[in-house]
């Protein structure tokens, strides 16, 4: 299990990512000095649909204002960062990859945001926190990495306080068929844990969850990097640098990434389902 996550954590670590980051927000006309959380926007949104996605799962959730959150895998922290601006959640984020913990806790504090968030490395399949500590969570497209569904299910219901929601946000495999590599959360099938909506339906009922809510959103999906594509292109054609946004994330083979995953959406392979869940 140590060599998946180490391997994982790799996949994700991209040299210089902050700067990065701020270079290309800057290339558009934003003043980093007086940077604000809403500028991250197109960059710190590491999942399909982006902020679209994130603005309408947290508003299923019923967070109430002070509202102790968890995100599990929060990457460079924008779904966190707009649950505390959005919610006025008090929200705490753990990933498994080192740098996105720095650049999470180094873009807050560069918004004005230290005291609203906080970030920590750590897995979610073991992590660092007591019983009962939370009263909300949620896991936007990390699940794909996590081999072993009922323990995130067992995990997630521990650290939840009874009635707690748990609102999942990943991709899953609605038909047979074989993926090609590399894709946005794998290089390879050896870090590659894609599971079914039942999957995670079985995983949750053990746990001691109940399903509220459901919903695949694979045409959403298609539209999205429809739209992606149209920019990249449109800037191509014009000799400019592609617009901000997840290919960033990705690193140099980001067109590769987003083409294998198109291919699987289109093909309804796979698609992003959101479930929501209560303990209890």
Known sequence: MASVESGIARHYDVSGLEQNILAVLADTGVD??????????AVDEFHIGGIAATRELIGQMGLKPGARLLDIGSGVGGPARFAANNAGADVTGIDLT????????????????ADKVRFMQGS???????????????????GMNLPDKKKLMSEAARVLKPGGIFAVYDVMRL????LTYPLPWASDESTSFVATPDDYRSAAAA?????????PR???????????????AAAQAEGKKPPPGVNLIMGE????K???????????????????????
């Open 32 to 41: 980093i000095a007086r940077l604000r959380a809403g500028d991250l926007e």
């Open 98 to 113: 080192q740098s996105y913990v720095d650049i999470a806790t180094s873009l807050s504090k560069r918004v004005g945001m």
């Open 124 to 142: 979610a399949l073991d992590m660092p926190f007591s019983n009962k500590s939370f009263d909300t969570a949620m896991i936007l497209h990390v």
């Open 175 to 178: 038909k047979a068929g074989a």
């Open 207 to 215: 746990a001691g969850f109940s399903v509220t809510a459901e919903r």
């Open 218 to 232: 694979g045409a959403f999906a298609i539209d999205f990097f429809a739209t992606i594509r149209a920019r990249m």
């Open 253 to 256: 083979n980001a067109r590769t």
């Open 258 to 280: 987003i083409a294998n995953l198109t291919a699987a959406l289109e093909g309804g392979i796979l698609a992003p389902v959101e479930l929501l869940l209560r303990l209890g």
